[in-house]
């Protein structure tokens, strides 16, 4: 064991995902196991700021596996990104005698840690900082998948679902939004699992005409009397793509924007058992002294990554799932 690593902070920053109580256990439990002591951070960056903490043991993450939200709270903090705050977040550590952070969160979260890492660097000061992502964006460069995205998948399909037996009773188009600023992860493989006649995603530049209209006009032709069109948050407004689709094909679509519901609710396996395998491998990084480390899912391994290397990686976005929705879509459904 490392003889340097005694007592390590947790936190959780940014968007909320399912499974982040699972990696924040599986951090506690094992850190606790090796007779490491554990502070959680509550309200991510800003609460390292503030000193806002709470000890943690081996009980006190009892019964959250199962559990959505995070118990430590969640917070995007703006003073955090300027060198004043991270100087008094550098001063929490002192003061609470931290020897690393396991930041459990997205991409802000991740910049957030680069930050802290490289500024303790200039400062002189030994802590090591451990990024686990999650986010149910999945849109992590250096990560292929992110605690919380099958989740939030199965509760926007969940939904869909639902939203289909009433559209096709009534014979008519929904327009589904779901999450995803910048990517369209979530609209993808939702699209994929719930037979979407159209998806709409930020990667791929939208044709109207091709992608929405002629598509709606396929489904048609092969006796399909409803739709189900799924748009990412960062494609474009789902009543204005309701509209478009009203004034194009002369069809009156209801709109669905799911929203935050799909950040909330009880973690799938797959999430509660990614995390635990993260938080578990965020520790082991800590006892082998490796410096700043980002843990990452490459091809179903955690492995971990030089944190200044991982932020430096893009994953590029599937391209060829679209074609997988496109070859189902054309057939009609
Ligand atoms: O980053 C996750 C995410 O759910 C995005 O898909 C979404 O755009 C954003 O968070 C919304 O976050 P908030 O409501 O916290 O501003």
Redesign the pocket.
């Known amino acids: 064991m490392s003889a340097q690593v005694k007592r390590i902070g947790v936190l959780t920053s940014?968007?909320d995902?399912p499974g982040m109580n699972a990696a924040v256990r599986a951090v506690v439990r094992t850190a606790t196991s090796r007779g490491i002591e554990c502070i959680g951070i509550r309200r991510g960056w800003s609460g390292l700021i503030n000193s806002d903490f709470v000890r943690l043991d081996s009980s006190s993450v009892s019964h959250i596996i199962n559990k959505g939200g995070t118990l430590l709270y969640t917070a995007?903090s703006k003073e955090f990104m300027q060198p004043e705050g991270r100087e008094k977040a550098i001063a929490t550590c002192k003061l609470l005698g931290l020897d690393a952070i396991v930041a459990i969160g997205?991409d802000g979260t991740f910049r957030g840690a680069l930050a802290l890492s490289r500024q303790v660097a200039e400062s002189g000061q030994k802590l090591t900082v451990v990024g686990i992502p999650a986010?149910?964006?999945n849109?992590i460069g250096c990560s292929h998948y992110t605690i919380g995205f099958d989740t939030a998948c199965n509760t926007a399909i969940e939904c869909i679902d639902k939203l289909r037996d009433t559209m096709q009773s009534h014979e008519r188009c929904s327009v589904v939004e779901v999450?995803?600023?910048?990517?369209g992860y979530?609209a993808l493989y939702v699209g994929i699992s719930v037979g979407a006649t159209a998806v709409l995603i930020p990667e791929r530049p939208v044709d109207f005409e091709q992608d929405v209209v002629e598509n709606i006009r396929r489904a048609r032709l092969a006796g399909s009397t409803h739709y189900m069109v799924v748009v990412a948050?960062?494609a474009g407004s789902a009543f204005e793509i309701a509209k478009r689709i009203q004034e194009e094909v002369g069809i009156d679509p209801r709109v669905t924007v799911l929203g935050?519901i799909?950040?909330g609710g009880s973690p799938t396996a797959r999430d509660r058992e990614t995390a635990s395998r993260m938080g578990y491998e965020a520790v082991q990084v800590l006892l082998q002294d490796k410096g700043n480390r980002i843990v990452s899912s490459l091809d179903g391994r955690i492995v971990d990554l030089d944190m200044e290397e991982a932020l430096a990686m893009t994953k590029s976005f599937e391209m060829d799932r679209y074609d997988v929705l496109e070859a189902l879509t054309n057939s009609g459904n």
């Open positions: 940014g968007g995902a995007r997205g986010t149910i964006d849109d999450m995803g600023r910048h990517a979530l948050e960062g935050h799909q950040r």
